[in-house]
């Protein structure tokens, strides 16, 4: 008799009409076909990660595991206490791995008192590509015009079909100058784009959208 070691376990998927038992080995596989890796995510630009990061590594899988199950979260906390670095940190985590098809897009939102000024600057750099606007058109967009740029935002977002996470650092000027404007945007920007996830990082709530 061969000596077999007791740390092998052999696990055999036979056919099974009885269905009694239970397959340990295989699945469950995610549906679809299987995808190159060759082909880069077209946003793929975030701040480096913070590689002394000390005693954050809960946290950092409550923030990972936040983000890929909802579509909206925020890291809250008191100044300085350490949301950006721990943004920077799950974004890499998640970028390393290719866990948003379509990419991560990383806003610093610190210094912006003005939605419509964030706006523009999304349709601007971000949109532009899309609208193929005209350095005049471009020029043209009314900062004033709140619902012509969440109009080219949105529109934006909805034709998103891949995956992808937009994060906003550093929320709380916009939450507390422009409250109403910012929160409105980012309601939009839910209902707009499925495929987009958004995560936040805010000295204060963002409160009920
Ligand atoms: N866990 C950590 N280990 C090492 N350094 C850290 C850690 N957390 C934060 N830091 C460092 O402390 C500084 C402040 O952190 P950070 O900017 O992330 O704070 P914040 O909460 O985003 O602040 P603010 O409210 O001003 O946006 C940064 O230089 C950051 O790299
Ligand atoms: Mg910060």
Same mark, same amino acid.
């Given at each position: 008799m061969?000596?077999?070691?007791?740390?092998? =376990?052999?696990?055999?998927?036979?056919?099974?009409?009885?269905k @009694?038992?239970?397959?340990?080995?295989?699945?469950?596989?995610a549906s %679809?076909?299987?995808?190159s890796?060759?082909?880069?995510? #077209?946003?793929?630009? @975030?701040?480096a990660?913070?590689?002394?990061?000390v005693?954050?590594q809960?946290?950092?899988?409550?923030?990972?595991?936040?983000?890929?199950?909802?579509?909206?979260?925020?890291?809250?906390g008191?100044?300085?206490?350490g949301?950006?670095?721990?943004?920077?940190?799950?974004?890499?985590?998640?970028?390393?791995? #290719?866990?948003?098809?379509? %990419?991560?897009?990383?806003?610093?939102?610190?210094?912006?008192?003005?939605?419509?000024v964030?706006?523009?600057?999304?349709?601007?750099?971000?949109? #532009?590509?899309?609208?193929?606007?005209?350095?005049? =058109?471009?020029?043209?967009?009314?900062?004033?015009?709140? =619902?012509?740029?969440l109009?080219?935002?949105?529109?934006?977002?909805k034709?998103?079909?891949?995956?992808?996470?937009?994060?906003?650092?550093?929320?709380?000027?916009?939450?507390?100058?422009?409250?109403?404007n910012?929160?409105e945007f980012?309601?939009?920007?839910?209902?707009?784009?499925?495929?987009?996830?958004f995560?936040?990082?805010?000295?204060v709530?963002?409160?009920?959208?």
């Amino acid at each position: 008799m061969p000596v077999i070691d007791d740390d092998i =376990e052999f696990n055999v998927a036979l056919p099974d009409p009885l269905k @009694v038992h239970e397959c340990k080995v295989f699945g469950p596989f995610a549906s %679809g076909a299987l995808e190159s890796l060759d082909e880069e995510p #077209r946003f793929n630009e @975030v701040p480096a990660e913070v590689d002394n990061l000390v005693g954050r590594q809960v946290e950092l899988f409550e923030v990972i595991h936040s983000v890929l199950n909802h579509r909206l979260v925020n890291i809250m906390g008191l100044p300085g206490i350490g949301k950006t670095a721990l943004a920077k940190n799950a974004v890499n985590y998640m970028k390393d791995r #290719r866990l948003f098809k379509l %990419g991560i897009i990383f806003f610093s939102l610190k210094g912006y008192k003005s939605t419509n000024v964030f706006m523009k600057k999304v349709v601007t750099n971000l949109v #532009r590509e899309k609208f193929e606007l005209e350095p005049q =058109e471009r020029k043209d967009i009314e900062e004033n015009d709140f =619902e012509k740029l969440l109009s080219m935002v949105t529109g934006y977002f909805k034709t998103i079909d891949e995956r992808l996470l937009v994060v906003f650092d550093n929320a709380e000027e916009l939450l507390y100058y422009d409250n109403l404007n910012f929160r409105e945007f980012l309601t939009h920007l839910l209902h707009a784009g499925p495929n987009a996830s958004f995560l936040m990082t805010s000295r204060v709530t963002i409160g009920v959208l």
